[in-house]
């Protein structure tokens, strides 16, 4: 089968009930929508956490002085107050975080920093990366004892134990090397179940219409009670989570060639008016289930977005250290999202690589059926941070291969292979007959009818058997 590609730029943003965006969403959301500009059109497969990666930079920025704050102040949309960010950011935090019952709806915030002993960090940052940010500070060196890679395997544990191990691999081994002097990073995790889950009785199979070609996968489908919206443009809805903390926004355009359309027109504003404009409800809802990740190095997007500065030894991160020369070498994002008939599930970590400078080279009868190309978003119904954006252009049928599309693919008990293939005791597929032939039996067990079992429990003929 072809490889079908799913194209996902998701927003988690938060649904506001109120009139206007308040505290962190009021920079936040403005970044969200300015890079999911920037990167939508490079990317077909695209999903990340716009919410993250702010968290990230803020942890940046409070270390950032003179040009280098000024410029990342205007592209992150950050107060020119640290202050400001600081109370917005912790406020919001606690807001988001909150859930009486974490079984139905769970999101985490974590932050953590590596920095090299030898930085010397300022005083003032430390208290308040560790007050404001919540932020713990791990020391480390390089030598003997301590190499690129065991600084990766910490970081990566680390992501993994606070995105329920749905971020691996963050960092690479060759993400560092000697001149890292070190690496901030966030992560965020979120699951939570629809607040009317859709029945897996009336999942169905039915053509999702991409940019490049329509294919068969799983739709969910069912009355519900959502938010409705509708313009020229296009169709939006927006479905609750557990206890209405937050939902899923879809965009969908009236057809597909008007999806490049709404890719270059919705921002900030555009969202807030869809928002506040829509109605409750109750439609038939017809959207597919899926499911994917995706890993970007985002250092030539900030780049082209006007951070240049940041990125080279002239950066001014005095408020971090006395050291000189210290930059921005690095930035990695790595999500996840799955999308099924319970609810949401989805993560994302941001982790910015600093350098220094070194000698060493650095509606009651209405239907909505998402069966085209749409714009995804899930808000949170109190502070208005936009924590995803996404896209779906093609939907990816062989997300996970089965071992039955290839003999040498590993397989186990839950995992069937294919009528002529069976699973052996290495867990591979292959031939039923070469299975058969080095199994061994017991005398409970039957050999076929021209066979018996012989006391190494192996099948043999009859004939050889008895005069064993």
Known sequence: ?????????????????VSAQSGSAKFTNEFAFD??????????NLFFSPYSISLAMAMTYEGAEDKTSQIISEIMHFPKDKSEMRTA?????????????????LFKIANAIWAAKDLNLQNEYIN?????????????TFGRKFKFEDLANEINT???????????????KNDIDISTVMVIVNAVYFKAEWLSKFKKKDTKKDIFYGTKEKVKVDFMSGYKKVKFYKDNMLTAIGMPYHARKSSMYILLPHSIQ????????????????????SKYSRIKVIIPKFK???????????????MKLAFTPNANFSGMSKKRNIYIDKIIHQSFIEVDESGTEAAAATAVVMKRETA????QNMEFKADHPFIYLIADNQTGNVLFIGQITNINTNFRESCKNAKSKECDKNKKCNKKQKCNKKEKCCKKEKCDKNKKCEKTKKCNKKQKCNKKKKCCKKKKCNKN
């Open 1 to 17: 089968m072809k490889n079908i590609f799913l194209s996902i730029s998701l927003f988690f943003a938060s649904l506001m009930s």
């Open 35 to 44: 890079f999911y500009h920037q990167i939508s059109q490079k990317h077909e």
């Open 89 to 105: 950011l912790n406020s919001d935090r606690k807001v988001l975080c909150n859930s009486s019952d974490k079984e139905k709806y």
């Open 360 to 363: 060493i080279p650095p509606v």
């Open 158 to 172: 680390w992501t993994e134990k606070n995105t329920e191990q749905k971020i691996k691999d963050l960092i690479k």
């Open 258 to 277: 008007e999806f490049k359309k709404i890719q270059k027109s919705i921002n900030n504003n555009y969202f807030d008016k869809i928002i506040k404009s």
């Open 292 to 306: 994917t990740e995706s890993k970007l190095y985002l250092k030539n997007d900030f780049v082209e977005a006007g």
């Open 128 to 140: 308040i990366i560790k007050k404001y940010h919540n932020a713990p500070i791990f020391k480390y």
